[in-house]
């Protein structure tokens, strides 16, 4: 185990609870509405704030624990923790700020400094290594921040935000770089998308405990609270993209509006989705024969969930359920327009 | 940064009343300065200054006012950050007693030492009795404390100003990238100090320059040893020797307008960002 925390309650007067576990090398995603105390928990973990009440290991060291009076200073912890803003030094260069991290490891003042010039290349920023942190943008200042704690090498890397003002094509290339990483990640994220394919493991944060834990899927297919049924209210399917056709790993394709090359991430609202009892003939591009995994009312619509071949999740009035006769196990007809579907490279 | 050059917008005509009170503020200041140079004996400057009483009051200014200087550096800079970053009961109230010399006239801060560090004052006799330490007053260590006691607060505050304008999240992003209480120190706490530090030393140490009269009223006047260019200016002007007072006061000015030009450079330069305007300049 590389992260456990068993948090009770921590200094401030913020209150939080959090108790789970990250497996060495894996990532771990925290969600949860502004205020929630992800940020809080984060910086239980770092070290920036005391933990009042439980257990805190990382990498299989005890570094909080006030019951024996351990608690470990920031700096002799296995972590390196980008925080949402940034922070870089002012006063150094931007390949300093990089290196900072890399020299307080021990390396010398050259070496580390080669070591930083390597990470901006790859977060695309070697051009940049002698400006000023002032003189850089705010997505730039991020992948320096990135760049930064990444190049610690800590075993434990802690990401508040971390790519959160980056533009899409950027977010995808840091997304790439943190998966390549092999430390435990934990991260803090409001991308739905991001959640669900960077994170092996999915904790969700309200008023400062975690109310459902698990792999991403398994909690998008049963959100625990409105507010994290809000956020994973999207479908999303994987796949290889030649010109508008996605051959989904699941095994179906779909035709899209967006021609695109490559490995994709397909997303598509769940209203999007019409269901009915025979093969329908419609403008839609796609349709396929779905297995129903599970129906949930929810209020006045019920979600649908569809397993095999595509598995994702509908919204039909309870009206439309009834006639339908859906049931566990039943089958029925999905149609989706092209028009409908996000295409984004994986 | 950008608010900055928001409000510093050009092209509007000051107002003429603000403009009048200013000139007539800075006359005020400038004046006397102006009557001094105007009936000061240019021709004869050199000779004035280069007369031996002359450069030994120099010689014990420099060295009484650097020293005064460090003190105030030394014992300042941690004060300061206990003033900055503690909070206790009764904070105020060292402040204030920190800061007492700035508005204290100095003499009574030399009244003040003498009655606590001469030879029958509550730590002179301990220094006395246990050290066998004899009086401090008329030597130069007791100019030195004399000059620390009312520069100090100059630098205190100044280092207080820069330690509360320096983001402590900074520090925080340093330790959680392996650095520890001294690194931390030394790469990140001074060197983003370091301009309000400078500010902080050079006015404390422009103040002992200038320090007259808990200089005289408790070290004393004694050439050599305490007998500071302030000290021997007045000394002069009393001895009927206007001249050499005026010259000594010539050299006084220049010096000291100097360190606050040179200040002026150390308070705006290094904290602002070279061009805010620069990021989107710079490649993508």
Known sequence: MSVQAEIGSVDGDFSIQATFDAPAGTCTAIVGPNGAGKTTLVHALAGLIPVRQGRVLLA???????????????????????????????????????????????????????????????????????????????????????????????????LDESLASLDAKTRTDMRHLLADISATRVLITHDPVEARIMADQLLVMEQGRIVQAGAPEEVAADPQTPWIAGLLDINLLAGHATGTRVALDCGLALITATPMTGPVLVTFSPAAITLSATQPHTSARNTWEAQVAHVQPEGGRVRVLLGAPAPCHAWVTSQAANELGLSAGSKCWAALKATELTVREA | MTDRHASGEPNRRPPIAVVVMAVIAVAILALPLVGLLQRTPWSSLGTTLGQAATLEALRVSVVVSLLAAAISVALGLPLAWVLARLSFRGRALVRAVVLLPMVLPPVVGGIALFFALGRRGLIGRALHNWFGLDTLIGTTAGAVIAAAFVSMPFFVITAEAGLRQLDPRLESAASTLGAGRWTVLRRITLPLLAPSLAAGATLSWARALGEFGATITFAGNHPGRTRTLPLAIAQANEAGQPEAAIAMSVLLIGVSLLILIGLRHRWTAPRTPRSPTSAEASPP
């Not at chain 1, 299989?60 to 803003?85: C, F, N, Y």
């Not at chain 1, 870089?88 to 390949?95: D, E, G, I, M």
């Not at chain 1, 990470?119 to 705010?138: E, F, I």
């Open chain 1, 60 to 158: 299989g060291q005890v570094v909080d624990d006030p019951a024996q009076g351990i608690r470990v200073p920031p700096d002799r912890r296995p972590i390196a923790l980008h925080s949402q803003h940034n922070l870089l030094f002012p006063h150094l260069s931007v390949v300093d700020n990089v290196a900072f991290g890399i020299r307080c490891a021990g390396l010398a003042t050259r070496p580390a400094r080669r070591q930083a010039e390597a990470w901006l290349h790859k977060v695309g920023l070697a051009d940049l290594a002698h400006l000023r942190p002032a003189q850089l943008s705010g997505g730039q200042a991020q992948r320096v921040g990135l760049a930064r704690a990444a190049a610690c090498q800590a075993q434990v890397l802690l």
